[in-house]
């Protein structure tokens, strides 16, 4: 029995407010928008990896009947880089009546180029000859702040967080004279791959008389108006983006396109200033090769742990150290490091490290730009530690369960972020994980394991785990909700809460409809433009549920609050002593004593039938701290002959604190099919030596998670947590962060050799055991 | 554009197709265009999707003769004469195609951008498959990629989806 049986609403697997549209084809994603006297845009892209631009000849392309607009530097310097680092950046942008017209002209385009030597091996980018590979800088070592926590409080809260060497906290060389015994995991390597959007990059924008409207997928619209207002110097309340639906997020579309020419996609900019420029409404779309320039979003090479124990198992140091390469940066890509301690001591395993130490480095090449995914930066950091905690579990002689349990973070424990504002304090609010081990072992017969020593045969069974964490939210971000209360028992939620195909608006819905006491489908959310619904935080740091859902809760018992103490006027008793249920206000315990809402209307002005009750919320995070928390198992086969993984299944047991809608929770931990495909299956990005330029720019040659491919199956676990009035937590990333370990855990089972380079192909397999 | 597309278009200019049951007169078609092109920048059916352009991902699945047809590998010139259904086609007024209502009710759908492939291609497989197994389902829709990858509840979907048309709803 889900803990939600209590609620009527809450806990239901209610339709989402948008799946009708979808199904029916009605809904329009930004691709979709066509409006009169629409233009069209093309790109062409740099051939080169590294090169400088000499002389662009537009003159041919401008000819072509039909064609409005060449840019190119030349005429828009801000949108242009004179320098180029990646194959696929962009070099001009055709504006014509037709995309077929607009593709021929770019054909006509003559690019001079100053081609210059790239370096796409990022070993070979550390050497000190190396060639440089972004313009304006003379190495391409990069290197990030590192925050230090100490000065613990009597709670055992660290209270004091400042720039230091390295992250973490306490004195290693004291904590290392606790330990008994240290494991080291080193040569760790998550491969490049990609966010997995299926709807193609573009946007549709429209400048007329002063005003901008964008329609761009998105997972936030103040980014991209923020940007348009910086650099097209627009008044940011004349800038709207639209949005219906975004075809796929996953962390890939936080930027929008609009973070300027050096650090991602940019097609929102463009777009945006070839409308502002002709006043026409202008589509640019991107095909599926060029979304294969972008989007790439895990690259953690050489990461490497040690962790010290004592010999009862009692985890006392962590010392971990990742290398990124960072391509030549992607902002959202870069931002990555700051959430990457959450496999360390700061999180994870805070309950009993006295010393953690962990520094990020990475190094910049001429690869395809780097963009953020689910996880964050956590995947290539819980890959080296998850396996290293079997491996000390072996030597230990301990069960790999037994391990974590003993030191995994409890409620109360320090939660420290560093990302994020620092506001004092920061600790975790409960934890789940004992209960998610407690279901996940009903599913996989953890008891009968036997080591690799003992299996025969050409398939090698194998079963592994990993835990998987990812904090939510952090302090100094906020949302804002609006609820309006309609005379009829119903409301409207106004709320800018992106769709990115995780039924957040309709979980939005669920809360109103609960503490208003009314259906669900009584509840109708506004959420599809920036401009008539107030900033609202954006749908990444798995915080959707959790800030958008503190505010929309606090609007709403803002907005009842009013509503009884008008229904305490018209009934002549204290708004405390009166309940709603099912639009009707009545005396607590005689609901036959009531009167519908619309009675307390009539108190707002003469004609209270038509007016709103309104209640708002500005939420903003503090305190106690949420995460997600879950465990991983993966039972798999390894074929002995041919080096391939079979039969693999991964059960993911959650703790979602309360599922909103638990049909959509598991859906969630169903996108472990798309984080597999990247470890077990042959995703990665494989560049030409020669060129730079991407060979597998598709689905035949990046061969992404079919229905053919592994079983997942989510267990949606229940520990309610306090931060949240419901009890909710995010739900949207951590699971991503246990797959590769999970399945090199499984392998090892399987097979006794560690795989420690993703994908797991068969070639590897093979070669880990000695037969290639 | 070009003397020489307008020629081409020029010299096909005008073609018939029938779609979701209707005949509909079409101008400016250049040979190039595929049926994907044309049913959402001619006819403005946006249900059909285009995510890759070049026939491996299975989201710009359409009907062409009841049979599950690439539109985005499809020239348009060469579907005169054929019984072309998309996902709009499956709306009855206000009452959804049992498939769709099967997607929505077991939430077979994410973002959506992959949804119309898969009603159009499960459509086709249950009236010719009308009680199939995980296995028979799974192949069938080995074609469709969905990146939400959602792939247990498209395929309680497809089985919700297969009870109804038994039913006959």
Redesign the interface.
Known sequence: MMMSDEFRVIGKEVKDVSAFDKATGKIKFSNDIRLPGMLHAAMLRSPHARANVISIDAIAAQALPGVKLVMTKDNFPILFLASISWVGQDVACVVAEDLHTAQEACALINVEYEVLPFVIDPYKAMEPDAPIAMAGTESNLRSYDHMFFSEKNEDGLYTKREKGEHEGFGDMEAGRKEADLFVKAEGYVTAKAQAPLFETSGCAADFSDGKLTIYVPTQSTVMPRFNISQMFKLTLSKINCINYATGGGFGGRLGAGSNGPANEANYTMLATAATIELGLPVSLRYPRCDDFYYYWGRSGMDTKTEIGFKSDGTLVTMDTECWRNESTGGQIGVGTQSFDCTATGNMLYSHNCIANKYVKKSVATNSPVFVGWQGFGNPEVFFPVECAMDDAAEEMGMDPIELRRKNHMRGGDNFLPITYDWDGPSWLGHTGLDKCLDEGLKRVDWAGRKPASEKTGNLRHGIGMALCVQQNAGDGLSSDSIVKLQSDGSAILLCNYQDIGQSGRSAQCQIVAEALGIAYEKVKISADQSESTPYTHYQSCSSGTWIVGNATYNATMAAKKQLMERAAMVMGMPAENLETMDGMIYPKGMPDKGMPWIAAFMTVSHYGFWNDIIGHNHFRATGAKPAEQGVGFVELDVDVETGELKNIRYVQSQDCGRAINPRVVAAHYLSIHHGLEAVTGACEQILDPKTGKILNDNFYDYPVASILDHKVEPIVVEVADPSHPYGAVGIGQGFMNGIASAVSNAIYNAIGVRLKETPFTPDKVLKALGKI | ??EE?KKEIAANSFITLNVNGKDRYIHGV?P?MTLADVL??KL???????????G??G?CTVLVNGEPTLSCMTLAVTMEGKAIL???G??DGNT?HPV??A???E?G????????GF?MTTKAFLEENPTPNEDEI??A??G????????????DSVDSAAKKMQEGE
Do not use: W
Request: hydrophobic letters at 35%; proline letters at 2%; glycine letters at 6%.
């Open positions: 554009m070009s597309t250049a190039h959402r920048e403005g059916l946006m249900g059909t999707k285009i995510a890759c352009d070049e491996s991902c989201a998309t996902v709009e499956l709306l959804p769709q209502e997607f929505v009710e939430r759908i994410g973002c959506g951008y992959c949804t119309s009603v799974k192949e829709l080995a469709n990629i969905c990146r939400c990858s959602i792939y247990e509840h498209i395929i």
